[in-house]
């Protein structure tokens, strides 16, 4: 059964070939074109069309590594419908490994956009005009921020259960129930009918030879599930959920020492890390407050108090 004209960017992809397109973002100073690449796989049957996104936050680089050995391992090459590639969508970020957009804002809180608002605006309108309204499904990697370490996991709202069940399908360690934040890419694509997950795993500025495998296993799942490529889905264990969540912040300031691993199940009063200064004067334990599983922790060697240093699931 053929395919219908599938036409993105201005141009229609043929069937059963690799089509690399050019998202074009801005000009630098020196008048060098930015452009982000679209690498496009386009089978002769009729499917649904998945988006994998990474790096819309420029030094989160594990998520550049999944899609990168995504495509490497050829798990891109649909039996079925289509498959759509953007290893690096802020590519100004990624130069620099930072953050932010050039202009300083996060472009995951510049969604919808505007044709004519600041450049991560531009950009942000570029995408949900030209990419999103092609798209069926959108997996969306991320990793935490800075020296915040999280566990592989799934982030969806309570309310989407086809979102949920696509989750649990990926077969994370665990999937984390979060609302959708206003502007934000997965809020955007959510109001246009698609479904979209996000995947949260390890921390900016590395790449986890264990978050890429979890990351690829998951993706290589979904696509399995939806007819897109062959093979059998692989469920290591049930994933834990987290249904409700706090941060515990420090109480002190000083060098940080972890006690624990991240994605342990931990009980009431059991130390989870010590704050101590450099002078050898002062040892401050910290206590978990309840039972709880742990998802992120913050590595930084160095605290400040209130600072968030471990994210503890509430257990019902």
């Not at 599938?6 to 630098?28: M, N, S, W, Y």
């Not at 998945?50 to 090459?77: C, P």
């Not at 993706?219 to 987290?242: F, Q, S, W």
Request: proline fraction near 5%; charge should be positive; glycine fraction near 8%.
């Amino acid at each position: 059964m053929s395919s219908k004209p599938f036409i993105i960017l201005g141009q229609q992809i043929p069937e059963g070939k690799r089509t690399v397109l050019d998202l074009e973002v801005a000009k630098l100073h020196t008048r060098t074109t930015v452009k982000v690449p679209v690498i496009i796989e386009r089978s002769h049957q009729l499917g649904p069309v998945v988006l994998l996104l990474a790096g819309i936050h420029g030094d989160e680089t594990n998520g550049v590594g999944i899609i990168r050995e995504i495509i490497n391992q050829k798990i891109n090459s649909p039996v079925a419908g289509t498959i759509i590639c953007i290893p690096v969508f802020n590519i100004f970020g990624y130069l620099f490994q930072t953050r932010e957009f050039p202009d300083g804002r996060d472009l995951n809180r510049m969604f919808p956009g505007s044709l004519n608002g600041s450049l991560a605006s531009q950009f942000a309108y570029q995408f949900t005009k030209e990419i999103a309204p092609f798209v069926d499904y959108v997996i969306d990697f991320h990793t935490g921020g800075a020296e915040r370490d999280n566990i592989a996991q799934i982030r969806c709202s309570k309310e989407d259960q086809k979102g949920l069940e696509l989750a649990k399908v990926f077969n994370p360690p665990m999937i984390v129930y979060s609302n959708n934040i206003s502007k934000s890419l997965r809020d955007t694509v959510r109001k246009m009918g698609k479904s979209i997950l996000v995947f949260e795993g390890g921390k900016s500025k590395e790449l986890n030879a264990s978050i890429i495998n979890e990351g690829v296993n998951g993706t290589k799942n979904v696509l399995i599930h939806l007819g897109l490529i062959e093979g059998e889905i692989t469920v290591r264990k049930t994933p834990i959920y987290i249904k409700n969540s706090k941060w515990l912040r420090a109480s002190y300031s000083g060098m940080f020492k972890i006690m624990i691993t991240n994605g342990s199940f931990v009980r009431k009063k059991e130390v989870l890390g010590i704050i101590q200064d450099p002078f050898g004067e002062f040892k401050k334990k910290v206590y978990a407050p309840f039972d709880a599983h742990i998802f992120c922790i913050n590595k930084t060697p160095i605290v400040n108090k209130g600072d968030a240093l471990f994210h503890l699931s509430i257990e019902e």
